[in-house]
C-alpha cells in the first residue's frame, strides 16, 4: 500500500469515527457544518496514532483538513522530509 | 457616506454603472479610485491610512518571500506593527485609563492621557486583512503580492468599512476582472442589496430609540422590561449587522464579485459554538484560524489550555468590538458559555465512550443558547459594568412585571421575535417563489420584471418611510 493509500485509510476511519457516517472523499467537513475546528485537532492526533508519526502543525489552517482528499495531500506535504 | 443614505444611493448607481462601461484593464485601477473617494465620504483624514498599511504589508510580504524559506521574523513584525497602528488609535486611552486605574489604587504615579482619537472608520478590519494576508505569505498560501491588487483588496469599498472580514485568496483572485456584464450580477445585487435595506430602515432602526433610552437613562427596570431590553437590542444589532452585511454583499454581486456570507439565523443556533458558526461568521473564521487552531494544535486538545484559550480568546473578540470592559465581559461569557458545553459534551462522551452529539438535548441547547446569548448583550450595549449589573438584576432577581416603555415598543419586539423564529423558512419560502415567478412558461419575461421592481419599490418605499434620519451602522464604530 502506497502512503497516500495508508493516509487515505487512516483518513477515511477516523472522520467516520468524527462524524458517524461514511463521508465522500470530496465532501466538504468544515464548509459542509460536519465537524467544526476543535474536531479537525482530535483528528490530527488520532490521524498521529494511526500513521504513527507526527504531523507538523505549525504551517496549518482548518481549511487543510475540509475533505478526505485534502486532509491526504496536507499529511503528505508536510510529513515528507525536507529535500 | 454610510449605505443606508440617498447619496450612497446615486454613488452605487453610478460607481457600478461606470464601472462595466470601463475597459477590463481600467477596472482594477478604477474600483481603487472609487474606493478612495468612498473611504474619504466616511473620514478623509484617515484616507491615507489603509493605503499606507497596505505599503507596509506589501514590502514585507517581499521580505517574507525574498528569503529561501518564508521568513516568520518578518510576518511577526508586520503583525506587530499592524497591531500598534489599531493599539494606536483604538485602545491607547483605554489601557492608559485602566493602568492609571490599577496605580492609583497603589498610590503610584500616573500617567497623562491624551485625548481620544477620532477613530479611522472600518480600521479595526483591514487591520484584521492586514493580519491575515501576512500570515497567509508566510504559509505559502498566497505569492508574490502585487501593490494594486493588495491596496485593492484592502481598499474594497463594499466591506471597507464593516467586513465581511476577507482572505486575499478569496477576492484577490477574482480582481482578474475578466467577466462580462450579465444582468444576474445586477438582479442578485439590488435583491440582497435592498433586502439588507429593510433590514436596517425597516426592522432594526425602529428599535434604537427605545434600546437608548433603556440602557443609557438610570431608570429602574421590571424583569419583563429587563428581558425585553435585552431581546430588542439582540434583534436590533442582529438586524443591523446582518442588514449591512447583505448590502456589502449585494453590492459587490453588483461588480460581478462574491463575497463571503456573514451570518446564518444565528438565533437558530443549537449551541453558544454553533451560535458563531451563524454569527459575524468571517470574524469566527479569522479567529478560529489565526488565533484558535495555532493555540490548540500546539496542545492537541487538551482541556485546560483548550478551555482558557476559549474564554481568551473570546475576551479578545469583545474587545476587537470596542475598548471598553463591557465588550471583554460580553466576549469572555461567550467563550465561558463554550467551555460549558465542552465540558458537558466531555462528560457525555466519556459516558458513552463515543464522540458526543448531544443530539438528545438539542432544544435544550438551544434555549439555554438563545437565553444566555441574550444576557450577555448586556454589556455589550451598557458599556458600563455598573449598568449591566443593574439590568441584569432586574432580569434575574425580583421578578416585577411592571411595563415602561410605550406599547408599541412590545409590539414591534414581538413582531421581530416571530420574524426571527420564522425567517428560515420564509426565505426558502421566497426563493421558491422566485424560482417558480422566474421560470414560468405562462409568464411573459416583462411580467417577471414588473413583478420584481414592484418589490424593489416596496422595500425602497419602507426605507424612504423609516429612513427619517441616517442612523449609523453599530458595527462601523468598531
Known sequence: MSEAERIREAAREVVFKLVGHPVSDDEGLISGGLIDSLAIIRMISELESKLGKPIPTDSLQPDDFDTIEIIVETVKRVTQPAP | MAFNSYTYLLFLALAVYLFWQAPKSWRGPYLLVVSLVYYATCNVSFVALPLAMGLGVYLISRRILAQPKP??????????????????????????????????????PTLAVAGALVLPVGVSFYTFECIAYLIDTAQGRVGKPSLRNLSNFLVFWPNLTAGPILRARELIPQFSFEKEFEFKFLVAGLDRFIWGLVQKSVFADPLGSWV?????????????????LAVAFGLQIYFDFAGYSNMAIGTAQMLGIKLPENFRYPYHASSPSDFWSRWHMTLTRWIRDYLFFP??????????????????????????????WGFILWGALHGLYMVFYR??????????????????????????????VTAAWVPFRAHRISRTWAIWKSMFLGFSWGTGFAPRFYLVSLLL??????????????????VAVSSHPRLPLPAVITIRFAIYCCGLLGFMILNQREVQFIYSQF
Open chain 2, 71 to 108: 521568513h516568520k521574523g518578518w510576518m511577526r513584525l508586520g503583525i506587530v506593527l499592524a497591531l500598534a497602528v489599531l493599539g494606536f488609535f483604538k485602545y491607547r486611552v483605554f489601557f492608559l485609563d485602566s493602568l492609571n486605574a490599577v496605580t492609583s489604587q497603589f498610590r503610584l
Open chain 2, 212 to 228: 437608548d433610552e433603556g440602557f443609557t437613562t438610570g431608570r429602574t427596570l421590571s424583569t419583563l422590561d429587563g428581558w425585553f
Open chain 2, 295 to 324: 493555540i490548540n494544535t500546539r496542545f492537541r486538545g487538551a482541556p485546560l489550555p483548550l478551555y482558557l484559550s476559549l474564554v481568551g480568546t473570546m475576551a479578545l473578540v469583545g474587545l476587537w468590538h470596542g475598548a471598553g
Open chain 2, 343 to 372: 465540558v458537558a459534551e466531555a462528560f457525555v462522551e466519556a459516558r458513552r465512550r463515543q464522540p458526543a452529539t448531544l443530539k438528545f438535548w438539542t432544544p435544550l441547547w438551544s434555549l439555554f443558547t438563545l437565553l444566555a
Open chain 2, 417 to 434: 421575535v416571530l420574524f426571527c423564529a420564522l425567517e428560515p423558512y420564509l426565505m426558502s419560502l421566497v426563493k421558491k417563489v422566485d
